[in-house]
């Protein structure tokens, strides 16, 4: 629930919030992200033989790189059409 609302926080964010708005909804996706991931890794660990864990945490640890990758794709994009602005496409030192 805690990184629902705060994804939702920073799918709203504009240019001309303020840092600390910003900063705020990265903290609470990521005290989120603390209480999930634990318990998440625990169960998909459990899930598998001790032969294969090496496996499965590679497999998970690469999926939520990817997810980490794309959600630092998304975001900008997403800002940059809300803004209605294309400093991505550009460049930023235009």
Request: aromatic share 8%; charged share 5%; with cysteine.
């Given at each position: 629930m ?5 994804f939702v ?11 600390v ?48 990758a794309?959600?630092?794709r ?17 460049g930023?030192?235009?």
């Amino acid at each position: 629930m805690i990184i629902a609302l705060a994804f939702v926080g920073l799918l709203l964010v504009g240019v001309q919030w303020l840092p600390v708005i910003v900063t705020g909804c990265l903290f609470l996706f990521g005290i989120g992200g603390g209480y999930f991931q634990p318990a998440n890794i625990s169960t998909i660990m459990q899930s598998g033989s001790t032969n294969n864990q090496g496996t499965i945490g590679s497999l998970q640890r690469m999926i939520q790189n990817i997810a980490i990758a794309n959600g630092t794709r998304t975001i900008p994009l997403r800002v940059d059409t809300l803004n209605n602005k294309s400093v991505i496409s550009r460049g930023c030192f235009e």
